[in-house]
Structure formats: structure tokens, C-alpha cells
């Protein structure tokens, strides 16, 4: 495999989101399903579809990320903003997820871009490898800078 114009080798992670069963319908009726929804962490960086959400960032914009949850599932599903930090949260669930902060928040929760988010939680099937792809990701970067 060649090194791409960042000089990784690594082949892009694919991840899904977790979803609950009891909110499938919930989230469908906004756009938001298993065929609308996913994340591709790779060389060019974060890219998060949510349904007609979308969150892209490069690799040099993210800090960082971490497990968290379980969450109330009042508070977790579907497109969220936290009126305490302006946070953005892509739920589908109630189980647990991944945080990533941002140096420069970024646009997401509205098509003017106008709130711009510090961080983004996303409730995803393997959150654990979320973390894991980034840390790899972020390793390749630093290594075809030096």
C-alpha cells in the first residue's frame, strides 16, 4: 500500500453507531437511520454523518478522544446541543459512546454554521476503537511531519 499525502499506510476506520432498538423510529422519522449514519476516521480526518448532519475536521483540529456513558436517554438521543458548552451530541441510544474535543470548535448542528461546537459525543457500536483509530491516525500524522 502507498503512503497517501499524509503519509499514513493505514486504511481508514469505518465505524457505526449503536442503535437502541426503542428509538429507531424516533430517529428515522428525522433522517437518521444505519444507512444515513456513520463515521470515517482516515488521513483527511473526521468525518461524521448523523442523517442530514454532517460533522468534517482535519486530523490537526482534533484533541484527544475519550469513552464515556452510559448517558440518560433524554439527553442522548438524536442531533443535541448542551446549552452549558455548546457541545454537539449524535445519539442514537442511551449506551455508551466517544467524546473528541476540538482546537477550533467546528460547524454541525445548523446548515448557517453560525454554532460552532467544542467537542462532539457520539454513541457509537465500538467506541473503544473510535479512540483507538484516532490515536493511530494522530501516531501516522506526527511521524510524517518529523
Sequence with gaps: ??????????????????????????????GVRPTTSGVVVGADGLDVRFGPWRVRTPLANLL??????????????????????????????????????????VTGIEPFGTVRHPALTMTLAEPELFVHCLTRFHEDGDRSRS
Design 64 to 105: 484527544p478522544a475519550e469513552v464515556t456513558g452510559p448517558y440518560r436517554a433524554a439527553r442522548s438521543v438524536g442531533p443535541r446541543l448542551s446549552l452549558a458548552d455548546r457541545g454537539l451530541t449524535f445519539g442514537t441510544g442511551a449506551g455508551r459512546g466517544a467524546c473528541v474535543r476540538f482546537h477550533e470548535p
Design 1 to 30: 500500500m502507498n503512503p497517501d499525502a499524509f503519509g499514513s499506510t493505514a486504511a481508514p476506520c469505518l465505524l457505526r453507531f449503536a442503535f437502541d432498538p426503542r428509538f429507531r423510529l424516533l430517529l428515522a422519522a428525522i
